[in-house]
């Protein structure tokens, strides 16, 4: 903050705040940063020795009008969490003497969307020690958030004179120097400057949204690319269909929970085009062999069978499991690489007797086979074959419908296999939940030959001829093979308050109950996180395929 009264107009506020809704001029623009300058070198007390202060109750006011404003005009578009994130707009705890206090939470700056002007004064927080003296910590927060907006926004406009660059050299071969030229003049590769050009020209030919939400810093640059990525399959339509199936939450994802947001949307967008890409991906199978950094080594399977992948994934665990039990030294990462070499090579690096951690079980040959566990979420309209929807598997995210449904068949065939229901909302999100159990012996035996031919072998029928109440209560679920058919009880599962029916060990649930943190659900099912600090976030619930 200045250490004398603001004037009613001093012209920075107003410029900086028009740039959401109307673009500069340059003229405007070096008008503008001209004055951001000036009030950064200080000024003269006598050159608003005439000028009334505003009241503290005046101030607050047209701030918080300031702040309304922005925020309805950005609202609409954004949804955003990631790249600069606002807090809470409607926290004015009163005046700062800081010279951050404008990117306080809710304040001006906290919410601007990335431009020139937001980094020239972000940068005039940071003092000459670049300590940030005088600033408290949600401000802080604020200051970084501005900067990866502004870290958005700048690539934004690289990727612009990229563009530029590539319109005004439209011939083949010019073009094809104009890579050169960028990998030249940046200091890259021939390969990164090629990508750089690729999503120069992908962004406003087909991927507008994405485009924007990087130049204004909603989304990180890093975002960007994985929708880029993962779209690159689809005709130009469909692209823009998948991008606006995420676009208003990719802000506020992980990048990989984006990215499997926006690999559900290309398969529901195009699960045909999903499915041949796989199956020719699959024709470079490959591994791969590098020197790493550290003068180490490292090898990598790539375009598996994703079954494959997860049951050999598994067996590395397994194995590794084995190695710990046996008294052998590390964590777990190191034991599952040991484990990974050891069938690799056909080696045992279990401890045997008389060495350090050695223990009875020391010596006896590995397991010949063994039972994987990994999830698959499948919808059960794709199950039934009456759609094309993706299923997810494991850690491995989204699969095509066709997968999907073989690895379903592939788990119905193992009386080991596990079988839960979850019920969703049009989001996705789920409203209620239930896991199988086998039909008890005396109704086990099946009626009648099964579901026809073309269903997928699975039918969810109601287990009593009027059928449960509102859609809970008990449920049948056939699947394929000869095995019992399964009973289902669906209960709604409870979110506010949080009845822990349905808890998980993870960060988020634990996060919860810390005195310090407090959490609201909101409307449309999203989380309301407020931090210490008093800044707020929103996130989603786990949204599963529908």
Not at 154 to 159: P, S
Request: proline content about 9%.
């Amino acid at each position: 903050m200045l250490p004398s009264p603001v004037p009613a107009d001093p012209g920075w506020d107003e410029d900086l705040t028009r740039l959401d809704r109307d673009p500069m001029t340059a003229a405007e623009f070096e008008a503008s940063l001209g004055r951001l300058c000036e009030l950064d070198e200080g000024y003269s007390e006598e050159e608003y020795e005439d000028v009334e202060p505003f009241t503290a109750e005046e101030l607050a006011g047209i701030r918080e009008a300031a702040a309304d404003e922005l925020l309805a005009a950005k609202s609409a578009t954004t949804g955003r969490r990631g790249p600069g994130q606002p807090g809470s707009a409607r926290v004015f705890p009163g005046e700062s003497a800081s010279p951050a206090a404008a990117f306080g939470p809710g304040m001006v700056l906290d919410v601007l969307p990335g431009c020139a002007g937001l980094a020239v004064a972000a940068d005039a927080t940071a003092g000459e020690d670049a300590r940030f003296a005088g600033v408290s910590e949600a401000e802080l927060v604020g200051v970084l958030c501005a900067w990866d907006r502004m870290e958005a926004h700048a690539h934004a406009r690289k990727l612009a004179a990229v563009a530029e660059l590539a319109r005004r050299n439209p011939r083949e071969l010019d073009a094809e120097f104009t890579a050169d030229q960028v990998a030249y003049a940046l200091g890259e590769s021939r390969t990164r400057a090629d990508s750089l050009i690729g999503m120069a020209q992908t962004l406003p030919a087909r991927l507008p949204g994405t485009g924007a939400a990087l130049a204004d810093g909603t989304i990180s640059r890093y975002k960007a690319e994985i929708i880029a990525r993962a779209t690159a399959l689809l005709e130009d339509d469909e692209a823009r269909a998948a991008e606006q199936e995420v676009l208003d939450r990719a802000a506020r994802l992980t990048p990989g929970g984006l990215r499997a947001a926006i690999a559900r949307a290309v398969i529901t967008a195009a699960p045909k085009k999903a499915k041949e890409r796989r199956e020719t991906a699959a024709k470079d199978m490959r591994v791969e062999r590098w020197l790493q950094d550290t003068g180490n080594a490292a090898l990598m399977g790539c375009e598996l069978p994703p079954d494959e992948a997860l049951a050999a994934d598994e067996q590395i665990t397994t194995r590794a499991k084995e190695l710990k039990a046996a008294g052998l030294e590390g964590d777990m990462d190191q034991l599952r690489a040991r484990a990974y070499l050891d069938l690799l090579l056909g080696k045992d690096s279990r401890p045997r007797e008389g060495e350090p951690g050695a223990n009875p079980a020391a010596g006896r040959p590995a397991p010949a086979g063994f039972a994987g566990r990994v999830t698959l979420t499948v919808p059960l309209a794709t199950l039934a074959d009456l759609a094309d929807r993706p299923g997810e598997l494991g850690s491995l995210g989204p699969v095509d419908p066709w997968l999907a449904r073989d690895l379903a068949a592939s788990a119905a065939a193992s009386p080991k296999s596990t079988w839960c229901l979850t019920v969703t909302d049009s989001q996705g999100h789920a409203v209620a939940h239930a896991c199988g159990r086998p039909e008890p012996k005396r109704h086990a035996k099946r009626a009648g030959p099964g579901p026809p031919p073309g269903r997928g072998g699975f039918s969810f029928t109601p287990a009593s001829r009027d059928g449960p109440r509102g859609g809970y209560g008990t449920w049948r679920l056939r699947t394929p093979g000869p095995g019992p058919d399964l009973i289902l009880t669906i209960d709604p599962i409870t979110t506010d308050p949080c009845d822990h029916l349905h808890e998980a060990k993870g960060h988020d649930h634990r996060l919860k109950q810390h005195p310090k943190w407090n959490v609201d659900q909101l409307p449309d099912g999203t989380f309301r996180w407020t931090t210490p600090t008093g800044r707020s976030y929103d996130t989603e619930p786990t949204r599963y395929p529908i």
